[in-house]
């Protein structure tokens, strides 16, 4: 029985190829978000939203942020699309000189940053944090230099993962993530009562060894070796890709480093309540845009180098498609379920019914730029695809232009909640720029439906939210108190809003409902006959 027989009208097969490598990455990405949302359930046990974890999450954005900038944007902007390149079968042995000498460079300059805030932790701690309480100041400190050592790791895990997605290698790197989360999962329960706060510095770094060799089996194939052939073509390439990105992601993480700064400012727990909001966040950013973003990538890479540009507007038309089905009804229903979420995941031991309230709060207000977020992280990999670093960086500059007018207008009524209000204007600043100058350069998107394919997601989306606020506040007074309560709330008003959801798209034939529920549709046909 065909697909098409099956689902009753056709079930859109060029989709499939991009939703299976995205269900590969988003899979590796369920495991790693769960492991992540288990990592703060555990965090807000032992520490509910304390100053000392306030200061440690200020420590744990450096390593974070030096990747971004020396790896992180090279990555999807400058590894992929050149190791790409030279991943077709006739040039695999260059592949390996080419990734020799990048992953060699890659560890010289980390090596070094890991030197640097060692040597300069105190001073940095200064510019990081604005802590009235010289404490929580000395705990940022140490906690920066017991972190910093993963920057080293974290750089080479990023040069592995740029190779093995070049090579289409989903699965390696799809459990990488989940295994870093466990260090923390790990370290807390063991060492938490012994050394306290820095169990969670231990743990990242111990988290960021795991994520690099568990990716190792991926590179069974390549003779890989230590090299400093910088001038080799394929490395000046990636470095001249990079520039563009580096100048433009230092302004970014300048605004990082004043949003954490102006944060810690008006109180010792905004810090932590962002945190909290900002990883329920990442849950569907990972699982969906970044997952549909980096499979996408190299093909559309491929295309660009071939001049498909036809190809290359159907491959981001379905893309952006799947982008749209899956993010926004999950924003409206993390919108409807931000309190029981919440109180499910992290109201217990250290963490009170008041961190819930205002975690819910941050979370709203970051909600509206998780949509523009997710569409944005597709609209810069169309143009790294074609090797244009120049043009998201300056948008990115741009950008951060937003956030500082945004953020010195509302943090003084606002408080935290300004500021988080400032991140999401500008996630919709770039975004918007980003999409007019896409359509500019490739043309328009007459054929790909997205405005149909939109207007059908909101229109579910909204229906599916209003069932799912009616259905828990009729859930919350009859359940029993306690976790079981909670997880009934969580689970029966999710699963009825998806399956609701789901079911209105599939009634309006949506293609992509049809290519992410067809493998289910092949088993019930299997078993009808």
């Not at 799912?468 to 009859?478: A, D, H, S």
Request: aromatic letters at 8%; charged letters at 15%.
């Amino acid at each position: 029985m065909s697909a098409e027989s099956e689902a009753g009208w056709p079930a859109a097969a060029p989709e499939r190829g991009l939703v299976r490598s995205a269900g590969i990455l988003g899979l590796g990405n369920i495991a790693s978000r769960v492991i992540g949302l288990v990592r703060e359930a555990v965090i807000s046990g032992y520490f509910g939203s304390s100053g000392q974890l306030s200061a440690f999450n200020l420590a744990a954005r450096v390593p974070t942020m030096v990747y971004d900038l020396l790896v992180g944007g090279m990555l999807s902007a400058a590894l992929v699309p050149v190791f790409s390149d030279y991943a077709r079968p006739d040039r695999r042995d260059e592949l390996a000189r080419v990734a020799s000498t990048v992953l060699s460079l890659i560890a010289l300059a980390m090596g070094a940053v890991v030197l640097v805030l060692e040597i300069f932790a105190a001073p940095l701690a200064g510019v990081l944090g604005d802590f009235a309480d010289p404490a929580l100041q000395d705990v940022l400190t140490r906690s920066l230099r017991v972190i910093s050592p993963s920057v080293l790791l974290f750089g080479l895990s990023g040069g592995v993962t740029g190779l093995l997605y070049a090579l289409k290698r989903f699965n390696f790197t799809a459990v990488s993530g989940a295994m870093f989360n466990l260090g923390i999962v790990l370290a807390a329960p063991l060492l938490a009562r012994h050394i306290g706060i820095y169990a969670l510095p231990l743990g990242v770094a111990a988290g960021s060894l795991m994520q690099l060799v568990v990716m190792f089996p991926g590179l069974r194939d390549l003779r890989l070796r230590f090299s400093l052939a910088w001038r080799h073509p394929a490395v000046r390439r990636i470095l001249r890709l990079y520039v563009p990105i580096a100048l433009g992601l230092i302004v970014t993480q300048a605004q990082i480093i004043m949003d954490g700064r102006w944060a810690s400012a008006t109180g010792e727990q905004s810090v932590s309540w962002m945190r909290y909001a900002t990883t329920l966040i990442q849950l569907p950013l990972g699982l969906v845009p970044v997952a549909v973003s980096l499979a996408a990538l190299p093909s559309l890479s491929q295309r660009a180098a071939d001049r498909d540009w036809e190809g290359f507007r159907s491959i981001f038309g379905r893309g952006l498609r799947l982008v749209l089905v899956l993010l926004i009804p999950a924003a409206v229903a993390l919108w409807a379920l931000a309190e029981p979420v919440i109180r499910l995941l992290f109201e217990h031991g250290s963490f009170q019914p008041l961190d819930t309230v205002m975690t819910a709060r941050a979370l709203r207000f970051y909600l509206p730029g998780l949509l523009f977020a997710g569409v944005d992280f597709l609209l810069n990999y169309t143009f790294y695809a074609r090797q244009n670093t120049r043009t998201p960086a300056i948008v990115g500059v741009i950008a951060v232009g937003f956030y500082f007018i945004a953020a010195l207008s509302l943090k003084g009524p606002l408080g935290f909640l300004g500021l988080v209000l400032a991140d999401s204007v500008k996630q919709a600043g770039h975004a918007v720029i980003m999409t007019a100058l896409l359509l500019r350069s490739v043309g328009r998107l007459h054929r790909e439906r997205i405005l149909s394919t939109l207007s059908s997601a909101v229109g579910a989306s909204l229906l599916m939210g209003g069932l799912v606020w009616l259905l828990t506040r009729w859930l919350e007074p009859r359940m029993p108190a306690g976790i079981v309560g909670e997880v009934i709330v969580v689970a029966l008003a999710g699963a009825a809003g998806g399956a609701f959801y789901l079911g209105i798209l599939w009634l309006l034939r949506v293609p992509e409902v049809a290519a992410l529920l067809s493998p289910l549709a092949r088993l019930i046909g299997r078993a009808r006959r």
